[in-house]
């Protein structure tokens, strides 16, 4: 019998101490939103070139009152259309602002004169400790505003390309596709993080989910805003380079150039012909990138960061240039470095 009411004490413990977060949620959905992401492709077949739409949506935050939104970076980056659909206000068209791919993080603005945006503000993600109850907001497999709650169950850091340290903070609330982009709250409904990725090997939720860390997204996107590119390329290796006659041992193969991105206003253009070279997909035809300002493409990590800390160091309003092989010949483009000011209130 007292174990019986032992156990009885056990359970009832339990429930009191967990954490009903129905008014929290009904608070922080009205500035949760879904973002369909619309990208055009063009490949030749048959002797012909063949344009068609590929689509996909993750989730966004909006993070003040005029339409400002954190996303992953790998739902927006190469899009050239985004739609944004606003809990009681409707669809907006959007444009991105700023990008990290490295830190998977992106911010993008509506287009819109409105002024009167539900908002979260960033909060401090330090603060978040290890196996304390989290939860998430988005739209797994397409079912929008679902809530899943976990814990923070560690903090992961990485080495950035002149960014500093990438800080991911990991849960085990269920993540699926669909939820990229979205918040990651903490028990107070501070929003600290933005979800990236999972770990898995089913292809579904595995307790093994990541989001981008609220302070680096602030430092990254806010105080000092990445240029969205809008690229998607490969790296050649040097036996590949040397098969596409690149007159040096590395460079970069653009692929694709996402619509009135950085790279679409230097004048970059993307490949056409889907191709397999030493059992690596690639899409070839478009530009080759081998130098940006004075630093040459190696395919060397220390290059890159050579290469971040050059865009960087760059000051706004000066032109950035940039070395191409293009249909054998290797010109130079080049165009003025964003002048961008991102402002939360």
Same mark, same amino acid.
């Given at each position: 019998?007292l174990?019986?009411?032992?156990?009885?004490?056990?359970?009832?413990s339990?429930?009191?101490?967990?954490?009903?977060?129905?008014?929290?949620?009904?608070?922080l959905d009205?500035?949760?939103?879904?973002?369909?992401?619309?990208?055009? =492709?063009?490949? *030749?077949?048959? @002797?012909?070139?063949? %344009?068609f739409?590929?689509s996909?949506?993750?989730?966004?935050? #909006? +993070?003040?009152?005029?339409?400002?939104?954190?996303?992953?970076?790998?739902?927006?980056?190469s899009?050239?259309?985004?739609?944004?659909?606003?809990?009681?206000?409707?669809?907006?068209?959007?444009?991105?602002?700023?990008?990290?791919?490295?830190?998977?993080?992106?911010?993008?603005?509506?287009?819109?004169?409105?002024?009167?945006?539900?908002?979260?503000k960033?909060?401090?993600?330090?603060?978040?400790?290890?196996?304390?109850?989290?939860?998430?907001?988005g739209?797994?497999?397409?079912l929008?505003?679902?809530?899943?709650?976990?814990?923070?169950?560690?903090?992961?850091?990485?080495?950035?390309l002149?960014?500093?340290?990438?800080?991911?903070? =990991?849960?085990? *609330?269920?993540? @699926?596709?669909?939820? %990229?982009?979205?918040?990651?709250?903490?028990?107070?409904g501070? #929003? +600290?993080?933005?979800?990236?990725?999972?770990?898995?090997?089913?292809?579904?939720?595995e307790?093994?989910?990541?989001?981008?860390?609220?302070?680096?997204?602030?430092?990254?996107?806010?105080?000092?805003?990445?240029?969205?590119?809008?690229?998607?390329?490969?790296?050649?290796?040097?036996?590949?380079?040397?098969?596409?006659?690149?007159?040096?041992?590395?460079?970069?193969?653009?692929?694709?150039v996402?619509?009135?991105?950085?790279?679409?206003?230097?004048?970059?253009?993307?490949?056409?012909?889907?191709?397999?070279?030493?059992?690596?997909?690639?899409?070839?035809?478009?530009?080759?990138?081998?130098?940006?300002?004075?630093?040459?493409?190696?395919?060397?990590?220390?290059?890159?960061?050579s290469?971040?800390?050059?865009?960087?160091?760059v000051?706004?309003?000066?032109?950035?240039s940039?070395?191409?092989?293009?249909?054998g010949?290797?010109?130079?483009?080049?165009?003025?470095?964003?002048?961008?000011?991102i402002?939360?209130i």
């Amino acid at each position: 019998m007292l174990k019986v009411i032992a156990w009885g004490f056990i359970f009832l413990s339990f429930f009191v101490s967990a954490k009903d977060y129905s008014k929290l949620y009904e608070k922080l959905d009205k500035s949760v939103v879904i973002i369909y992401s619309d990208t055009e =492709q063009v490949r *030749a077949q048959n @002797n012909e070139l063949v %344009s068609f739409t590929s689509s996909s949506l993750g989730t966004g935050t #909006l +993070i003040n009152s005029e339409g400002l939104i954190l996303t992953a970076a790998h739902v927006v980056n190469s899009a050239d259309e985004l739609t944004v659909e606003v809990q009681g206000k409707g669809q907006f068209k959007a444009k991105v602002l700023s990008s990290y791919q490295a830190a998977d993080i992106a911010l993008i603005k509506l287009i819109t004169n409105e002024s009167d945006f539900p908002a979260i503000k960033i909060a401090n993600s330090e603060k978040t400790k290890i196996g304390e109850e989290v939860f998430v907001i988005g739209t797994p497999y397409g079912l929008s505003h679902t809530l899943t709650v976990g814990h923070l169950s560690g903090r992961r850091t990485q080495k950035g390309l002149g960014k500093g340290e990438i800080e991911f903070l =990991q849960t085990d *609330a269920a993540i @699926n596709q669909g939820n %990229s982009g979205g918040p990651l709250f903490n028990s107070k409904g501070e #929003l +600290i993080g933005v979800v990236s990725y999972i770990e898995t090997q089913s292809g579904g939720n595995e307790g093994l989910g990541f989001a981008a860390s609220s302070n680096m997204v602030k430092r990254i996107l806010i105080e000092q805003p990445t240029i969205w590119f809008g690229l998607e390329f490969t790296v050649l290796p040097t036996g590949v380079a040397k098969a596409l006659n690149v007159p040096q041992k590395s460079g970069l193969l653009i692929e694709k150039v996402a619509k009135q991105s950085f790279a679409d206003k230097v004048g970059l253009k993307g490949g056409v012909l889907e191709a397999e070279i030493e059992g690596q997909q690639m899409i070839l035809g478009g530009d080759i990138l081998l130098a940006v300002g004075d630093i040459y493409i190696t395919g060397d990590a220390s290059n890159y960061l050579s290469m971040a800390n050059y865009l960087k160091n760059v000051e706004k309003g000066k032109r950035i240039s940039f070395k191409i092989l293009r249909n054998g010949h290797i010109i130079e483009l080049s165009a003025e470095k964003p002048n961008l000011k991102i402002k939360l209130i």
